[in-house]
T-cell receptor
Framework: GQQLNQSPQSMFIQEGEDVSMNCTSS?????WLWYKQDPGEGPVLLIA?????ELTSNGRLTAQFGITRKDSFLNISASIPSDVGIYFC???????????????FGKGTHLIIQP | DGGITQSPKYLFRKEGQNVTLSCEQN?????MYWYRQDPGQGLRLIYY???????QKGDIAEGYSVSREKKESFPLTVTSAQKNPTAFYLC????????????FGPGTRLTVT
C-alpha cells in the first residue's frame, strides 16, 4: 500500500518544550488527520485538515496541510506530562486507496516527556 | 453516551482456535473498519464495511472474516488460518461516505499461545 513517512519515530523532550512532527509522502492527499494514542487505548482524533495550506489549532496543538498536499505538520506548544503517547498522521489519498474511502496511516511518533 | 465499544479488552486463546472480537457503535455511522496494530508498524486495514450486508477486504484480510448484519455491529473473527494472530485490534467507524474522520474504539488485545 501507499507509504506515509512519519518523523521523528520518537522524541524525548523536557516538560514545557515545544514539539514538532511531520508526515510526508510521494503521493497527493485530499485529507490529513492527526490522532493521539495512549498506551493500550484506541487513537483519538485531534485535528482534521481538508484544504492545502490550511492551518488549524486545537488548544496547544496546531496542524498544517502542506501546500504540495504531500505533507502535514503537527506542533505542540508548551508540552505537559499528559501529552505523552503516540501521535499518528493519517491521510486520504487523492484517487482513493486505503480501503476505497479509507485512510493510510503513518507509523507514529512516540512522544516521551522527561521530568 | 455515544461511542464505539469493543469487547473484551483482553483475550487469550490457544493456537488453532477461532476467536470473535466484538465491535458495536451507537453513533449511527455507516462505515466500520477493523485494523490490526503491531509494534512499529502503525495501523493496517483488515476489513471494512460501508453498508449493512456488504464488506470489503483490506490490506491484510487473509485469516480473518467479518459480518455486517446490523448497522451497529461489525464483529471480526480471527481464524486458525491467521499465522500471527497475536496483536492489538482496533475497530473504527465513520459517519458517511464523504467524511474521512474515523473514530476508534478502545481496542482488544488478543494473545494466542
Amino acid at each position: 500500500g501507499q507509504q506515509l513517512n512519519q518523523s521523528p519515530q520518537s522524541m524525548f523532550i523536557q516538560e514545557g518544550e515545544d514539539v514538532s512532527m511531520n508526515c510526508t509522502s510521494s503521493s497527493i492527499f485530499n485529507t490529513w488527520l492527526w490522532y493521539k494514542q495512549d498506551p493500550g487505548e484506541g487513537p483519538v482524533l485531534l485535528i482534521a485538515l481538508y484544504k492545502a495550506g490550511e492551518l488549524t489549532s486545537n488548544g496547544r496543538l496546531t496542524a498544517q496541510f502542506g501546500i504540495t498536499r504531500k505533507d502535514s505538520f503537527l506542533n505542540i506548544s508548551a508540552s505537559i506530562p499528559s501529552d505523552v503517547g503516540i501521535y499518528f498522521c493519517a491521510g486520504q489519498l487523492s484517487g482513493g486507496g486505503g480501503g476505497a474511502d479509507g485512510l493510510t496511516f503513518g507509523k507514529g511518533t512516540h512522544l516521551i516527556i522527561q521530568p | 453516551d455515544g461511542g464505539i465499544t469493543q469487547s473484551p479488552k483482553y483475550l487469550f486463546r490457544k493456537e488453532g482456535q477461532n476467536v470473535t472480537l466484538s465491535c458495536e457503535q451507537n453513533l449511527n455511522h455507516d462505515a466500520m473498519y477493523w485494523y490490526r496494530q503491531d509494534p512499529g508498524q502503525g495501523l493496517r486495514l483488515i476489513y471494512y464495511s460501508q453498508i449493512v450486508n456488504d464488506f470489503q477486504k483490506g490490506d491484510i484480510a487473509e485469516g480473518y472474516s467479518v459480518s455486517r448484519e446490523k448497522k451497529e455491529s461489525f464483529p471480526l473473527t480471527v481464524t486458525s488460518a491467521q499465522k500471527n494472530p497475536t496483536a492489538f485490534y482496533l475497530c473504527a467507524s465513520k459517519r458517511v461516505l464523504n467524511s474521512y474522520e474515523q473514530y476508534f474504539g478502545p481496542g482488544t488485545r488478543l494473545t494466542v499461545t
